[in-house]
């Protein structure tokens, strides 16, 4: 039975939701090997890790699998003894997000809790800055893989750049075959990563 089955935590990147496709396609990869949960954030850091520690100490994911600002709360987050997964890390979330501060943004998907748009402000932005991700990757570097782009239009090469000197080469892959949205060839090293960690 599926509640039986080891716990994959999956958490979606800024204007995407549980209801994106990410989720859909990591549950049909990994069915009758892992329950896929994928709890719903939004792009303030407080709420968002509140929420996904609450989460993470009642199911106790075995493996957390982030993309973009996603990847950035899995490496921020509570996550016990989970092996974490991070596609193209927001690693800087102030910087590469302030582009967007005062605008009402539409999210991608349908989202479970009804809300359709999010409005980026400054004290959301500034809330960022009171977390150190050299500190956490560091304190996690033995359990975190990365998979990160060289042809990321969002974010360039700031999270490689960050990522290289703090994770054992053998956990940080670096393609040039997918952009930010990890999808194709993207989607195809994300899978890969994880069949190899199973």
């Not at 954030?41 to 609450?54: H, I, R, V, W, Y």
Request: aromatic share 6%; with cysteine.
């Amino acid at each position: 039975m599926e509640k039986d089955l080891p716990v994959l935590m999956y958490i979606h990147g800024f204007r995407s939701g549980a209801n994106g496709s990410k989720r859909a396609q990591l549950q049909v990869h990994l069915e009758g090997r892992y329950r896929v949960i994928a709890p719903e954030t939004d792009a303030d850091p407080e709420t968002s890790l509140a929420k996904l520690n609450e989460i993470i100490a009642k199911e106790k994911p075995e493996i957390i699998v982030g993309t973009s600002l996603g990847a950035w709360m899995t490496l921020m987050c509570n996550s016990g003894e989970a092996r974490l997964v991070v596609v193209n890390p927001s690693t800087h979330p102030d910087q590469t997000l302030s582009r967007w501060e005062g605008e009402e943004l539409p999210y991608f998907c349908e989202r479970l809790d009804g809300v359709q748009t999010f409005t980026l402000t400054k004290e959301v932005l500034d809330k960022y800055k009171a977390y150190n991700i050299d500190s956490a990757i560091k304190t996690k570097s033995d359990r975190i893989w990365a998979l990160c782009s060289t042809a990321d239009e969002l974010i360039g090469d700031i999270h490689i750049k960050t990522l290289k000197p703090l994770l054992n080469p053998g956990h940080l892959m670096i393609a040039n075959d997918f952009g930010h949205r990890c999808s194709g060839p993207g989607l195809t090293h994300l899978f890969n990563i994880l069949d190899d960690l199973i």
